[in-house]
Nanobody
Framework: QVQLVESGGGLVQPGGSLRLSCVASGSLFSAYVMAWYRQAPGKQRELVAKIFPIGSTDYADSVKARFTISRDTSKKTMYLQMNSLKPEDTARYYC?????????WGQGTQVTVSS
């Protein structure tokens, strides 16, 4: 059974930074596409960034040049470094792993950007 546990969210002022972490259980951590999604109140869940098994990455236009996705295979951990945060980045952030038998999700971590 795959479990994903996010951490690192919190309250930050506009322009500030946070680093989210997602620790994964299960085998073959680096063999799957992993991603960060977010969902703001009243809005659909949206893709923020993803990292492919070969290490390439992709970002939503709204976060390009501000967010960086990475992973540490030895720790089975994925990260999202978020810089220059804006109020519109406020959302619950979810870790996702896509395996052959479906998508796995964490419980999410709340990020609030406010002065």
């Amino acid at each position: 059974q795959v479990q994903l546990v996010e951490s690192g969210g919190g309250l930050v002022q506009p322009g500030g930074s946070l680093r989210l972490s997602c620790v994964a259980s299960g085998s073959l951590f680096s063999a799957y596409v992993m991603a960060w999604y977010r969902q703001a109140p009243g809005k659909q869940r949206e893709l923020v960034a993803k990292i492919f098994p070969i290490g390439s990455t992709d970002y939503a236009d709204s976060v390009k040049a501000r967010f960086t996705i990475s992973r540490d295979t030895s720790k089975k951990t994925m990260y999202l470094q978020m810089n220059s945060l804006k109020p519109e980045d406020t959302a619950r952030y979810y870790c996702n792993q896509r395996r052959g038998n479906g998508d796995y999700w964490g419980q999410g971590t709340q990020v609030t950007v406010s002065s």
